[in-house]
Each structure stands twice: as C-alpha cells, then as structure tokens.
C-alpha cells in the first residue's frame, strides 16, 4: 500500500546542497534539496551496504564529443563514504557504471512540508 510519510518542513532543507535522513516502513531514506527541488534516494550503496547519503555531494567534470571540459557545480551527485562510488542524487545511477543503481522515490511538498510518496 502506498502513501504519503512527512519527512520535514521545506525550510530544515532550503539551501541547495542539505539533506535530511529520515526513516519509511523500515528503509532509511535521505531527500536532498538540488538547486530547490527535492528528490529521495536510499541510503545504501549497492557495492557494500555502506550509508551512501552520508557522504559529501559535489558537482562533475564531464566531457563532449570535442574532448572539451566541463564542471558542473550542481551538487547532485553523493559520494559513498565507504568507497567513493558517485550517484546523481536525481536519477539513483551511478555515474560511473549505469548498471548500479538506487531507488529513487516521489516527493510532494505541500503548505512548507516535505512528503515521501511509497
């Protein structure tokens, strides 16, 4: 069955980058504020159950098909801090090996709080 759980008040996260951990029917959930949305993500890292939304966030350095560098400084990707292993915050993927991921879940906020939907 499904529902709504309060995680919090929008302003305990209003600065890009915060997080909060919460709890939902027994699996530990963070939801990260990115650049003023929200998104939920579990906290485990599928390489060794380590509380991957513990670690630091940061941006990423990619590169186009000119061999041309880019930084963005979006802090939507979460570095495990067991092992380092990087996922966006958005998707649950890992940015390195797409064949790991995260589950994600649907967040609504309404009237200043912040809900989980699972």
Not at 10 to 20: L, M, N, S
Request: charged residues 25%.
């Amino acid at each position: 069955m499904c529902g709504r759980h309060k995680v919090t008040d929008e302003a305990a996260i209003a600065d890009p980058g915060e997080r909060v951990l919460t709890e939902v029917k027994g699996v530990e959930i963070a939801v990260f504020n990115v650049d003023g949305d929200y998104h939920a993500l579990a906290n485990f890292c599928p390489h060794q159950s380590g509380p991957l939304c513990e670690g630091p966030t940061q941006g990423r350095v990619t590169v186009d098909d000119d061999l041309e560098w880019a930084y963005d400084d979006e802090e939507r990707n979460v570095v495990c801090p067991w092992h380092g292993w990087i996922f966006d915050v958005t998707t649950g993927t890992n940015i390195d090996a797409e064949q790991y991921t995260v589950p994600t879940y649907d967040i609504e906020v309404e009237d200043g709080e912040v809900f989980i939907v699972i």
